[in-house]
């Protein structure tokens, strides 16, 4: 077990007819929510728009102290396992919003990482009040150990 230091969100939105959202994305790891939202005055999941997140440590985000995997308990990496990691969207008036790409890479505290992605290539998933709200990540199977215990995370 390690302390993760970052989360790095990278988020891809589809190049089509009203394809981007106003709504709030939240990105959920180790049993918690953080909120998927740049500093300053930017349309972060706007249409056909790439965006990268940094949570913790060199943090990019937000409110970055209410944002950060080490506070206001640390986040270990055995969390990763025993929780679902996801993508959230509560669109409220801000529309539904089509994906592309949702990589997470989680960093612990001696640099050693993993990512976990969805929808690759040719896919894509609208998110919305009607159609659903959550896209949820998959565990590497280099991730675990035999018998499907948390293994470590890869250099």
Known sequence: MAAIKRLELRLVTGDRTDA?????????????EYNVDSRGDVNDHERNADRRYVFGENSTVLNPSENDPRTPWQTETEDLFATPMYIRIEPGDGGDWNI???QLTVVDDSNNSITFDRLRGSSNLWLGERRGKYLYFRTPRHATGPGGVPGPLNG
């Open 20 to 32: 981007g959202t106003d709504g709030d994305v939240f990105l959920g790891v180790g049993g918690r």
């Open 100 to 102: 592309e790409l949702a």
